[in-house]
């Protein structure tokens, strides 16, 4: 129910407007303000800014303010002789006990510059109109699912700082996902890489010794711990505070000294000309290239080099994998990780705005796997553990296993490709 509603910096209206429907007492609401027994508009009547005898007179609709301003056309309506370039609007509803608070800046009519939500005074969402993106979003409250219907590419969602959820509408159409809450299984079952995978790094004279490297989207740290012995100085960097505990524990179990930071991609900020290298393992497109292109090529050195890798089994050529990749979709039909085929890394032209290719390679592996450790790989994969609910991964691990009893050997291997695209900075040579 609509207890309170406040305006600031509107049209004619000098003072802050405050509207208490707490306190009206026995006032009476015309039939052209009701629609289906709701109070869906108000006229309100005050003296005009001029001290004209006439009064000023605004028509405020609730309901298309509040869904998307569909009925105003475009225009500044903004009090001229204010100072401020937006207009501030305030809901205060009651549900029971509890109070919530919508509020939105608005530059015109037509043009909004933010909105935020208030449960019993605790500020649960707030999204920025200008930047297109949600500055805060508390999932005790939020359902992340609603977060599709933005319209932004990508959004980044918090939870009490312990899971992070990605929405991207290119990625799974929107459907969140949250590798924190895959950490466990990432960190015993992904770390899969064959040693020709390292090797083909090192033979482009990338992370070796006298090398500094940040690895963005780190996970559990898989390849800075597997290429520590190289002699390069590894700082590993991560969104999910989930995988950064299980990178450093398994760092600190083997003694390696690599450092980790739970921060986003598009948040780093280290000096100008850091590192030799700077990679992105199977983590590239999850990233806002138009926030993070600068970055990086301000953080590498005049000769550094920006290394994208990927690694992916082939569903179109290996009975296992394709199977496997068949039941995930029964359980999650808007993953777009399945039918992978052997193609390079392609990159948006953002990115060529500030790199160029150096190099480029793709090359077939088979990667050795028993059935336990291949359930694994696929639990931890987006499509599953990531994203599912518990009750709905617990249903497919059942029909996995028994698919991988019928199918699978105990020990076989599982058809991958893998491409790597070597990225220096535009007009280098």
């Not at 919508?102 to 969402?125: N, P, R, T, V, W």
């Not at 466990?184 to 004279?205: C, L, M």
């Not at 138009?290 to 994208?308: A, F, S």
Request: overall charge negative; some cysteine.
């Amino acid at each position: 129910m609509l207890r309170k509603f406040e305006l600031r910096n509107y049209e004619n209206f000098k003072d802050n407007m405050v509207i208490d429907f707490g306190k009206v007492g026995g006032c009476q609401f015309g039939a052209d303000c009701i629609t289906d027994n709701t109070i869906c508009k108000m006229i309100i009547y005050g003296k005009m800014q001029q001290e004209k005898k006439n009064p000023g007179k605004a028509v405020i609709d609730i309901v298309s303010i509040m869904i998307g301003f569909n009925m105003i056309s475009d225009g500044m309506f903004l009090n001229a002789d204010f100072k401020e370039n937006k207009a501030l609007f305030l809901y205060t509803f009651k549900f029971g006990d509890n109070e919530v608070v919508y509020k939105y800046k608005s530059l015109s009519d037509a043009k909004l510059e933010s909105e935020e939500l208030f449960f019993d005074g605790k500020q649960i969402f707030k999204f920025s109109f200008v930047n297109r993106e949600i500055l805060n979003c508390d999932l005790d409250y939020i359902n992340p699912e609603l977060l599709a219907d933005f319209q932004i590419d990508k959004l980044l969602v918090h939870k009490k700082g312990e899971n992070m959820n990605i929405v991207n509408k290119s990625i799974d159409a929107g459907k969140p996902f949250d590798w924190g809450r895959t950490s466990a299984d990432y960190a015993r079952y992904r770390d899969i890489y064959p040693a020709t995978f390292y090797e083909k790094i090192v033979q482009r004279n990338l992370c070796i010794s006298g090398q500094k490297v940040l690895d963005l989207g780190t996970g559990t740290g898989v390849l800075p711990r597997n290429m520590y012995h190289f002699g390069a100085e590894w700082i590993g960097t991560d969104i999910s505070e989930n995988q950064i505990i299980q990178a450093k524990r398994l760092s600190e179990a083997d003694k390696l000294d690599i450092q980790y930071q739970t921060v986003a991609t598009e948040d780093i900020d280290f000096p100008d000309n850091t590192f030799d290298v700077i990679t992105a393992c199977q983590c590239f497109w999850y990233f806002d290239h138009e926030k993070v292109m600068p970055k990086l090529y301000r953080m590498l050195k005049h000769d550094g080099r920006l290394l994208l890798l990927y690694m992916a089994w082939l569903p179109l050529e290996d009975k296992i994998a394709g199977a496997s990749e068949e039941l995930i979709l029964k359980y999650n039909p808007c993953w777009t990780g399945s039918g992978e085929t052997k193609h390079p890394i392609s990159v948006s032209d953002d990115i060529y705005k500030f790199f160029e290719t150096g190099y480029q390679e793709e090359y077939d592996i088979d990667v050795f796997f028993t059935r336990e450790s291949w359930h694994g790989r696929m639990k931890a994969c987006r499509g599953v553990g990531a994203s599912l609910s518990p009750e709905e991964i617990g249903k497919w691990e059942t029909e996995h296993k028994k698919l991988l009893n019928e199918i699978a050997p105990e020990e076989f291997l599982v058809k991958h490709y893998v491409a790597m695209l070597e990225l220096k900075k535009a007009g280098r040579k």
